[in-house]
């Protein structure tokens, strides 16, 4: 992620694990990536990031249907009017917003044809279940899928407890901070991206190294943090003509 810094910076959970979202797409160089729950676009929007900077021939794809659910709450249409624009903006070519349900989307793509997943959508562990079930067979042999809020316990969430009974049959990887993101790989043959330092140390490494990869990106996601605070500082033009520069001006947030 050097020199990394994220175009579309929206609230979101996904904050944590902004830096590794960009790292894994440049280490398996997808040629499609579907996005299930886009919200804001937070993540989608790093994903597509790095396709771009890393000058990957590939697709984006966002599922998601931009009314909310039980757990977001509804949301206005103003929500799904920003990631439009922004893709529009910057992705275009490259992204595609798919706005139907996730059963009814899975039949516009091919098995074995994704090769990076993410579930993000209704977090219960039904539906994280029927997630799952319904979108492996999409992924190509050796492909990733990632998981969100892994470690959230609030309410009636239970992708923890279905993460818990994926990790006794795939091989996976665990992110602990933040809400938590779990990373699987689906068994297969394996292809070049597979040698690539991240997915060794992510799937055959050894317990300190991967100690070593988890504080990376706890750093990571602090330094980034600390970097959009700061941002929040705006500096006001001189308009008096002397040279000198500006007075930072405390009483604007960055919008």
């Not at 996730?102 to 994280?128: K, M, P, Q, R, W």
């Not at 492996?136 to 969100?148: A, Q």
């Not at 901070?177 to 050894?206: I, T, Y």
Request: with cysteine; proline share 4%; net charge negative.
């Amino acid at each position: 992620m050097r020199g990394f810094d994220p175009r579309r910076r929206a609230f979101s959970t996904w904050v944590d694990h902004t830096s590794f979202g960009y790292d894994i797409v440049e280490a398996i160089r997808p040629k499609k990536v579907v996005e299930l729950g886009t919200y804001n676009g937070h993540s989608y929007f790093v994903f597509c990031q790095s396709m771009i900077e890393n000058d990957i021939d590939g697709l984006c794809y966002a599922v998601d249907t931009w009314g909310g659910d039980e757990h977001t709450g509804d949301y206005g249409e103003s929500i799904f009017e920003e990631v439009r624009k922004h893709a529009r903006d910057h992705y275009r070519g490259i992204s595609y917003l798919l706005r139907m349900l996730f059963n009814e989307a899975v039949g516009h793509f091919e098995d074995e044809s994704i090769d990076l997943l993410h579930i993000d959508g209704l977090h219960t562990y039904d539906a994280v279940n029927e997630d799952f079930t319904n979108w492996y067979p999409k992924v190509r042999p050796g492909g990733i899928i990632l998981f969100h809020d892994i470690e959230a316990r609030q309410s009636d969430f239970g992708v923890w407890k279905y993460w818990s009974e994926l990790q006794t049959q795939h091989e996976t990887f665990t992110f602990h901070h933040g809400f938590g993101l779990g990373v699987l790989r689906k068994p297969g043959e394996k292809g070049p991206a597979d040698e690539h330092p991240l997915l060794q140390l992510l799937f055959a490494s050894d317990e300190d190294e991967q100690h070593k990869l988890r504080q990376l990106y706890i750093y990571n996601s602090e330094f980034l943090e600390a970097r959009n605070k700061a941002r929040r500082v705006k500096w006001k033009p001189d308009h008096g003509g002397d040279g000198k520069p500006g007075r930072p001006d405390r009483s604007k947030k960055e919008q």
